[in-house]
T-cell receptor, first 113, second 113 residues
């Protein structure tokens, strides 16, 4: 069965600090990978996605993620966070014929102004 | 108008009551999903439907049932609500291809007292 692990439950950073949120998945076949963001009180929105090709994927709001197949990882990065990046971030994987998105438990990011 | 609409947005109900959460979408997608979100547990899949005649259980379907009334409508029912079903519920839709992203509704906050 597919699963997704997000290593950090809560990350606290100051503005302008760099961000890296870890995500590892377990699935041996071809996968599609996603990062979603949930701002306080809102629904999930797509940040970026990986299907194939260049393993370095750029998303909205300056976020990027790198797919490392050998490590089963898809870490999210941002060079310089802003207070408005305070949110919860979810990694998700879709593999196999079922076509279901399986989510990690999420990482809360708090950015101090 | 939102692409994925959930009603109600908030609901408080008593233990033992039957309650239905509704979801409708205007994206023309064939796949629809119900997730519940609990703090620290991320999003867990309750039920999913690939088309009107194809409904499947997710990882936490006990205590829930669904109905796909039309391609655009997918409702979730709690036949006899219990307090541990207190959660934030999200409906999502997706095109059939596995590499596509899911679009989420605004969520329904359900409290069972």
């Amino acid at each position: 069965a597919q699963s997704v692990s997000q290593h950090n439950h809560h990350v606290i950073l100051s503005e302008a600090a760099s961000l890296e949120l870890g995500c590892n998945y377990s699935y041996g076949g071809t996968v599609n990978l996603f990062w979603y963001v949930q701002y306080p009180g809102q629904h999930l929105q797509l940040l970026l996605k990986y299907f194939s090709g260049d393993p370095l994927v750029k998303g909205i709001k300056g976020f990027e993620a790198e797919f490392i197949k050998s490590k089963f990882s898809f870490n999210l990065r941002k060079p310089s966070v802003q207070w408005s990046d305070t949110a919860e971030y979810f990694c998700a994987v879709n593999g196999g014929s079922q076509g279901n998105l399986i989510f990690g438990k999420g990482t809360k990011l708090s950015v101090k102004p | 108008d939102a692409d994925v609409t959930q009603t109600p947005r908030n609901r408080i109900t008593k233990t033992g009551k039957r309650i239905m959460l509704e979801c409708s979408q205007t994206k023309g997608h064939d796949r629809m999903y119900w997730y519940r979100q609990d703090p620290g547990l991320g999003l867990r899949l309750i039920y999913y439907s690939f088309d009107v005649k194809d409904i499947n259980k997710g990882e936490i379907s006990d205590g829930y049932s669904v109905s796909r009334q039309a391609q655009a409508k997918f409702s979730l029912s709690l036949e006899s609500a219990i307090p541990n079903q207190t959660a934030l519920y999200f409906c999502a839709t997706r095109k059939g291809e596995t590499y596509t992203e899911a679009f989420f509704g605004q969520g329904t906050r359900l409290t069972v007292v």
